[in-house]
T-cell receptor, first 114, second 113 residues
Framework: AQSVTQPDIHITVSEGASLELRCNYSYGATPYLFWYVQSPGQGLQLLLKYFSGDTLVQGIKGFEAEFKRSQSSFNLRKPSVHWSDAAEYFCAVGARGSQGNLIFGKGTKLSVKP | EADIYQTPRYLVIGTGKKITLECSQTMGHDKMYWYQQDPGMELHLIHYSYGVNSTEKGDLSSESTVSRIRTEHFPLTLESARPSHTSQYLC????????????FGEGSRLTVL
């Protein structure tokens, strides 16, 4: 069965420090992969997506993610975190042809220390 | 900026009441979705629609029902609310061919006493 695992429930980083949020997926073929961000009291917003091609994808707000097929991972990175990045981050996987029905992880809450 | 709206944002209601959560989008998207979100848990798809007069049940069984009479409108109804229905409900939409690129509303937080 398809699944998404985000091993870290809560991460705290200092402003200006680098960030990596982990995501592992279980899927029988190459999936579509996504990262969404949810600020407090808001809906989710798409940060970036991987469909095919270059395994390093760039997203909005300075985020990037790297697809590693051998590790079934799609980790999210940012070189320098800003206080406004404090939010919850969700990794999601979609099957090709599933017409957009995603499976989400449980999310990682990011806190940013001044 | 996505144009998808949910009302009410917050609702506290007694057991047994009928409630309807409204969702409207102005982007002309064919696909619409309802997700249920609880703290520390995955988002679970409870309903989706491919277009007018199309409704499908999602991965998580739900006692709620939906309708899609107009492209822009996808309301969710609970005929008799129970405390187990307390949750946040997120509506989303997408273009039919853009798999996984969802636009979400801000959510409706329902509390059933």
């Amino acid at each position: 069965a398809q699944s998404v695992t985000q091993p870290d429930i809560h991460i705290t980083v200092s402003e200006g420090a680098s960030l990596e949020l982990r995501c592992n997926y279980s899927y029988g073929a190459t999936p579509y992969l996504f990262w969404y961000v949810q600020s407090p009291g808001q809906g989710l917003q798409l940060l970036l997506k991987y469909f095919s091609g270059d395994t390093l994808v760039q997203g909005i707000k300075g985020f990037e993610a790297e697809f590693k097929r051998s590790q079934s991972s799609f980790n999210l990175r940012k070189p320098s975190v800003h206080w406004s990045d404090a939010a919850e981050y969700f990794c999601a996987v979609g099957a090709r042809g599933s017409q957009g029905n995603l499976i989400f992880g449980k999310g990682t809450k990011l806190s940013v220390k001044p | 900026e996505a144009d998808i709206y949910q009302t009410p944002r917050y609702l506290v209601i007694g057991t047994g009441k009928k409630i309807t959560l409204e969702c409207s989008q102005t982007m002309g998207h064919d696909k619409m979705y309802w997700y249920q979100q609880d703290p520390g848990m995955e988002l679970h798809l409870i309903h989706y629609s491919y277009g007018v007069n199309s409704t499908e049940k999602g991965d998580l069984s739900s006692e709620s029902t939906v309708s899609r009479i107009r492209t822009e409108h996808f309301p969710l109804t609970l005929e008799s609310a129970r405390p187990s229905h307390t949750s946040q409900y997120l509506c989303a939409s997408s273009e039919y061919r853009r798999t996984g690129e969802l636009f979400f509303g801000e959510g409706s937080r329902l509390t059933v006493l």
